[in-house]
């Protein structure tokens, strides 16, 4: 119970920083946005500084102190574009395949020679862009 309020907390002030002008708002300005509580905000931007979603530095408005947060990382999710190369995912084998089965990622060729083509591929991406980067230099 406690970590789902925490993750959707973390998840609020992502969405509201991402729809700031720069990723960036007050501290004073982002626990009132999302209608949570100073402290609570506070000690959930403690914990995103540390993990790196966040940066915070220290303001001085008017009348009062308080904190730029800037975001500078949302926490990474897989795209399906990132694992279609994947041949499970187009497998007539899917609902037959386990670990310890008959047909099993263990001992299967089509993902091992799926694994291979796209390692092969991020390779000579990784080459070309030295290539190109040493031809700048
Ligand atoms: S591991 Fe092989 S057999 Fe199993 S689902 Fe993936 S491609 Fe199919």
């Known amino acids: 119970m406690e970590v789902c309020f925490v993750e959707e907390l973390e998840e609020k002030l992502i969405k509201a920083l991402q729809n700031s002008s720069d990723r960036t708002l ?3 300005d982002l626990w009132k946005s999302i209608n949570s509580s100073s402290r609570e905000v ?3 931007l403690a914990r995103m500084e540390k993990k790196g979603i966040v ?10 102190k308080t904190y730029r947060v800037i975001l500078i990382k949302k926490e990474q999710k897989v795209q399906i574009s990132d694992v279609v190369w994947c041949s499970c995912f187009t497998c007539h084998d899917l ?7 008959p047909i099993s990622p263990e001992n299967c060729v089509k993902l091992s020679m799926s694994l ?3 390692f092969a ?5 990784e ?7 040493s031809e700048k230099a």
């Open 26 to 28: 007050l501290q004073s």
């Open 116 to 118: 291979r083509n796209e």
């Open 55 to 64: 940066r915070r530095e220290p303001f001085t408005g008017d009348s009062h």
């Open 95 to 101: 609902s037959r395949c386990g670990m310890g089965q």
């Open 121 to 125: 591929k991020h390779q000579k991406s």
């Open 42 to 44: 506070s000690r959930a």
């Open 127 to 133: 080459e070309l862009k030295k290539a190109a980067f």
